[in-house]
């Protein structure tokens, strides 16, 4: 099967793109009153940025960029794209303002010594690697938003379920409107989040992936029932948020929000 | 509690009400009208009645039928027909109280029997229908409908005229899966049908154990030209009538080439065919059988431009995944001018298998698949409702609608098939041949 298809709704200038298998999981995306013409086009260029980043930043694809850096900054420092040392220096940022909860090595981030002169990356202990399952949906997002600006005003994406961005409004509302299913209990809604021009980041167990987060100071998987999400104007943000608040104390949690632009936090407790 | 006995009319009723049918209803059985003489309703009417049978033909089909028969509560097999004694006397073990004969036209003059079951060699299925029809008795025989295209005419006729029941057997026609599928592919769950490829393939020499040399040609008669058309006839007529339902078409024309390949002993008839049926909307059929590799088995592919019907499956893939349940839901919304919430947001969605094609299936829970290798018949492949309904047809008179019509029209492709393989050349339907049923 083709792992993308669109298709476009002429009565109500309706299109829908779906891409199938990317960054690990699903990306659909739905745009309303762009012409078919504009709306393909589009759609071809969020493919080829998705596919590119994904090239990128997966580490489980033996060819990224990620994987080169991981398997050679132990020895030596490699110097990176350009891009590539925006996207690390920007994770060292928020690693420190999440109070280190935010860490793309899961471990100790602090073991990275990131060169500004010649823009390379070291590992300064040999067990450290990147990975970025936090940020990339998010950084991607915010790709695709730039893609769309002053072309599309009303756009609904949503990226693996986790990651949604909601762009102007419902053809038929102010907003978009979006609720959560608790994972624990088919059919019962936990609530519905109001987003225009935000994005929505979930983080939790799930019944069926419920050792997935990990806490990188004490190494151990947060195992708890518990749904955060966290809606703001900026995905990365909304990513990074969304899971350190899982694993973050109160104190934590009152820090971190000092920091941040937050538009609306729900944590659901969903049992034991 | 259900008599043991009385399982296989149960079947047939369980069948039709499987099909979505409701008391007094008529839409659904519209697609089907071959099915709408066996409602519920029409069985109480003949409770208490009961049809007299006679078989000519009791080898491995005849008795697959009499084993079907002795399940039925409103039959009564009453004379039985072979000139092989073996096969008369082992039929005979199983329903004692037949009367037996060697000669089927003295069998006919009986006024004791409503009912005709015929299950010989190809070539003498057209004169034993005539004759039977001749003789007043409903005439239920085995497909293909006969062994040249002049001898299908004359039984297409004497059907036009007789005020008899005539079946053949035309088993997917009552095979629940195939009928689904067929009303799934009508009503354009898989878009417009761009193709169909059909295949049939064993792997053993198509004979059964001579006892003595002279019976030779009359035990495996499917390898003799003068009493078989081979693959075509044995096989492909099944599959190529399921072509012409799914299209609802006839194919204009043939292309093929047939060869013996490896069974090479003494048989008249090929082991490897190869045809393109064509239609006139553009539509393709290819058509393969070979009995010499197995591998692929049986099936029959209905090649759509949204999806693909496997049919001997019961299976239906889609060539695009449908949209995810939320956006679907967005999307309608949308569509309907509706504001309403979207239900997606979750925990990371992680896919659970690799994006295969995604198996969809036509009937719910446990179907029988055939395989496609038995020689006598498979297991609820629409042959027992087949037989069943028959009997019943033999009280009512009820005249089946459609199934002489499939089995005359791929009864005349595959001899058309066989001509263009001989002859090496396309060969287009025949004028003559043509009868007003479906388009050409």
Redesign the interface.
Known sequence: ???C?C?Y?E??S?F?G?F??IM???F?I?T?GGTKTVSESLWNEIISELVRLDKMLNRYDKESDITLINARAVYAPVKVTPEMWNILSNCRQYYDMTCGLFDITLKDFSQVYLNESDKSVFFLQDNISFDFGGYAKGYAMEKIKALLRFKIDNA?V?F???S?LGLGH????NY??????N?YQAGE?LG??EISNNA?S?????P??PK?IIHPISGEYIEKRQ?V?VVTPNSVEAEILSTTLMIANDKEKADILSRFQVNDIRIYNTGE | MIKKDEQIDQDLRKFIKNLGYIAGGTALLATVPWLQSFTPEKLKEIRNEKTRIALIGTGSRGQYHIHNLLKIPHVEIVALCDNYSPNLKAASELCPKAKTYTDYKKMLESKEIDGVIISTPLNWHSPMVLDSLAADKHTFCEKAMALTMGECKAIYEAYQKTDKVLYFGMQRLFDEKYIKSLQMIHSGVIGDIVGMRCHWFRNNDWRRPVPAPHLERSINWRLYKASSAGLMTELATHQLEVSNWALKRIPDSVVGMGDIVFWKDGREVYDSVSLTYHYKNGVKTTYESLIANKFNGMGEQVLGNKGTMELAKGEYFFEYAKPAAGILQLINQVEQQIFDNIPVAGPSWVPEIATEHETNYVVEGKININSGLSMTGAYKDGSEELIASFCQAAITGEKAKNIVEECYCSTILCLMGNQAMDEQRKIDFPEEYKIPYLNF
């Open positions: 099967m083709d792992s298809y298709n709704y009565s109500s309706l829908h779906s199938l298998d690990g999981t699903r659909d739905v309303v609904f949503n693996g379920n986790s949604i419902h053809p038929f509302g978009w409107s979006v609720s959560i299913e994972p809604v519905t989040l929505l979930t983080s939790g167990n799930m069926s992936n997935h749904i999400c």
